[in-house]
């Protein structure tokens, strides 16, 4: 089992940054794939980006790709995602999510996913 803490979140005006991080807990960090999701008031939750257990595949929603990067450190047992070019449309709650997978493999919905957080509130103000 793992256990993940986001921390990161906060308010930013509409254009500038913020780095997202995933702690998880355990020693098998490496045989997860990782995910983000995000949930804004009144909507289903969303697909942001995923990274392999390697970290060297990597998918982003089309919604945030060019602006958010997600990256991984397998030592540190964490994974990021940088936010960057931050809109309005960019609020709500972002969740890390971890799947115990196959080499290679990077998952795009939720229900793949074993592991949450609870998540971290991101803001941008317009």
């Known amino acids: 089992q793992v256990q993940l803490v986001e921390s990161g979140g906060g308010l930013v005006q509409a254009g500038g940054s913020l780095r997202l991080s995933c702690a998880a807990s355990g020693r098998t960090f490496s045989s997860y794939s990782m995910g983000w999701f995000r949930q804004a008031p009144g909507k289903e939750r969303e697909f942001v980006a995923a990274?392999?257990?390697?970290?060297?595949?990597?998918k982003s929603a089309a919604s945030v790709n060019g602006r958010f990067t997600i990256s991984r450190d397998n030592a540190k047992n964490t994974v990021y995602l940088q936010m960057n070019s931050l809109k309005a449309e960019d609020t709500a709650i972002y969740s890390c999510?971890?799947?115990?997978?196959?080499?290679?493999?990077?998952?795009?919905?939720?229900?793949?996913?074993?592991?949450w957080g609870q998540g971290t509130q991101v803001t941008v103000s317009s």
């Open positions: 990274v392999s257990r390697s970290g060297r595949s990597t």
């Open positions: 999510a971890a799947n115990l997978a196959y080499i290679g493999v990077v998952n795009t919905t939720p229900r793949d996913y074993d592991y």
